[in-house]
């Protein structure tokens, strides 16, 4: 059983719709992660979220994204009004500790989105 | 930014033979993780290095965190062909949450 699940494994929306992506860690991980990887492209980060708030967010992580821990197990990102170019696989990945000696990040399989 | 430059971009050998790739940072990085990825899934940790110097082995796997802290080196051995797959570095700095990921190296291994 993979220690993280993400749903759905793939979405097609339609552009300006709302999208959300979920994560189900396993375990209590403290820190979650969302990162996104365009077709043939490398893996960037968009998120950080520990303690129930953002900790860190990149630059592509504009108004249009939100993540929120609504029930203390699912960790989601809304994707408000999707673009064209938001079509990417989106990973979750979590983290038991960032202390030195950590484990580093486990990543979910992702979500395939496709906005047409 | 900071940048990940990883090489090569693509590699195609044949079976048994070792590989090796690098990543190189214009800035220091305080942990050094390699991962692969194949078609349709996400990238899965194979080592995971915490200090400048450790060299670290997972299996036919051994990677390094360069001296410089700028750096590292992932090898693999006698390859087989469940090796295939994009490999990744990522490297975290003092201060920050996030991975930065390089652009992958592509291992192609001819049977």
């Known amino acids: 059983e993979p220690e993280v699940t993400q749903t759905p494994s793939h979405q097609v929306t339609q552009m300006g719709q709302e999208v959300i992506l979920r994560c189900v860690p396993i375990?209590?991980?403290?820190?979650f992660y969302w990162y996104r990887q365009i077709l043939g492209q490398k893996v960037e980060f968009l998120v950080s979220?520990?303690?129930?708030?953002?900790?860190?967010k990149s630059e592509i992580f504009d108004d249009q994204f939100s993540v929120e821990r609504p029930d203390g197990s699912n960790f989601t990102l809304k994707i408000r009004s999707t673009k064209l170019e938001d079509s990417a696989m989106y990973f979750c990945?979590?983290?038991?500790?960032?202390?030195?000696?950590?484990?580093?990040?486990?990543f979910g399989s992702g979500t395939r989105l496709t906005v047409v | 930014g900071q940048q990940l430059n990883q090489s090569p971009q693509s590699m195609f050998i044949q079976e048994g033979e070792d590989v090796s790739m690098n990543c190189t940072s214009s800035s220091i990085f305080n942990t050094w993780l390699w991962y692969k990825q194949e078609p349709g899934e996400g990238p899965v940790l194979l080592i995971a290095?915490?200090?400048?110097?450790e060299l670290t082995s997972n299996g036919r796997l051994t990677a390094q965190f360069g001296i410089t802290r700028k750096d590292s080196f992932l090898n693999i051995s006698a390859s087989i062909p469940s090796d295939v797959g994009i490999y990744f570095c990522a490297g975290r700095a003092s201060g920050t949450y996030k991975y930065i990921f390089g652009t992958g190296t592509r291992l192609k291994v001819l049977a």
């Open positions: 290095l915490y200090k400048a110097g």
């Open positions: 990945a979590i983290e038991l500790t960032i202390r030195t000696g950590g484990d580093g990040y486990t």
């Open positions: 979220f520990y303690n129930n708030e953002i900790s860190e």
């Open positions: 375990s209590n991980h403290l820190y």
